[in-house]
């Protein structure tokens, strides 16, 4: 029995502190999100030899779910590696966490996800597929999704196809065997492409949408976060709208549920919105309420933003998870 399958882009972390001149030399746009070629990956990596670099399996649905599994939850994951070395790697990380994985390796060359991280916290994030575009329906594991009480889909994997139809498979099986659906928006880039039919999700299968202000503003055509949270409360279950250091704002049963933030001195703010999810996921379906799971993913964020990764280097302990 699982409490979530989560699916998206299986892609090794490779983070990495440089200064703002070397984003400058290779002409990345800072903080942003670019999908890159193989060869511009190695030249990228070659470029960076000599930096404080660290790995870890990754991809924004997986850090997800292994933040869920770090609260102590029980989550399995679709992705697709292949079976090199870093492929390989991804998979004993995933298991060493409490992951169950499910989706036979293939050759090629696994996804990368380069983490470029500067003073200032902020993260440049040069990502190259490889064999994670080609997840397909046929990957998705339809016992897992029975087995568990929420399904957890990447908004990524609408960039492209096959991935967008395993996507569409992880719904379609997650409604005939009556488990909930979470969906995340991933990126504002993906609005502007895909915002028709993102709202049909909303409208249609999604139990519960995970969204920024940016990614909400841009799907609502409103300012204010409340009126954003609601307009969009009006057709999904649930809502969680991050706001960044300002907390966030959880739509459920028609009441406004405020968040506040947690100061803490930001250090890399990879992977926030992902641990964020993963607390609330494992709030819910672990018996907390939704302020609890609230307060529990504040607070899980403020420390993802204040060290180096996007999982929690000194796990919660059951007292503070217990205290949300």
Not at 117 to 140: G, H, Y
Not at 240 to 261: C, F, K, Y
Request: aromatic share 6%.
């Amino acid at each position: 029995m699982f409490d979530v399958y989560a699916i998206g882009n299986a892609l090794l972390d490779i983070q990495a502190h440089v200064s703002d001149s070397v984003l400058e030399e290779l002409k990345f746009a800072k903080g942003m999100m670019t999908l890159v070629e193989l060869e511009t990956q190695k030249k990228v990596l070659h470029h960076i030899l000599g930096a404080k670099i660290s790995r870890c399996a990754g991809g924004s649905a997986a850090n997800t779910i292994i933040g869920l599994a770090q609260f102590g939850g029980k989550g399995a994951f679709g992705g697709k590696v292949a079976r090199d070395e870093i492929g390989q790697f991804y998979l004993k990380d995933m298991d060493a966490v409490g992951v169950a994985t499910a989706v036979e390796p293939v050759d090629g060359q696994t996804g990368t996800s380069v983490i470029l991280i500067t003073e200032d916290a902020q993260r440049t994030m040069l990502t190259n597929l490889s064999v994670a575009s080609t997840l397909t329906p046929d990957d998705v594991s339809e016992k897992q999704i029975q087995s568990s009480k929420y399904v957890y889909v990447e908004g990524y994997l609408f960039a492209g196809e096959p991935t967008r139809q395993a996507a569409y498979r992880t719904i379609e099986l997650a409604k005939r065997h009556g488990v909930k659906v979470a969906l995340t928006v991933s990126d504002p880039f993906l609005i502007q492409y895909h915002r028709d039919e993102f709202w049909k999700l909303i409208e249609g299968p999604v139990d519960l949408l995970f969204c920024n202000l940016e990614e909400a503003r841009a799907l609502t055509g409103k300012l204010d976060p409340v009126d954003c949270a609601q307009e969009i409360h009006r057709h999904a279950e649930n809502v969680a709208l991050t706001l960044g250091g300002d907390g966030s704002i959880l739509m459920h049963e028609r009441q406004v549920i405020p968040i506040e933030g947690v100061s803490c001195k930001a250090v890399d703010t990879t992977g926030a919105g992902d641990m964020y999810a993963g607390a609330i996921l494992y709030g819910i379906t672990n018996g907390l309420s939704w302020k609890q799971a609230g307060h529990l993913a504040s607070r899980a964020a403020a420390r993802v933003v204040s060290q180096l990764g996007a999982r929690l280097a000194k796990p919660m302990t059951a007292e503070e998870i217990r205290q949300g």
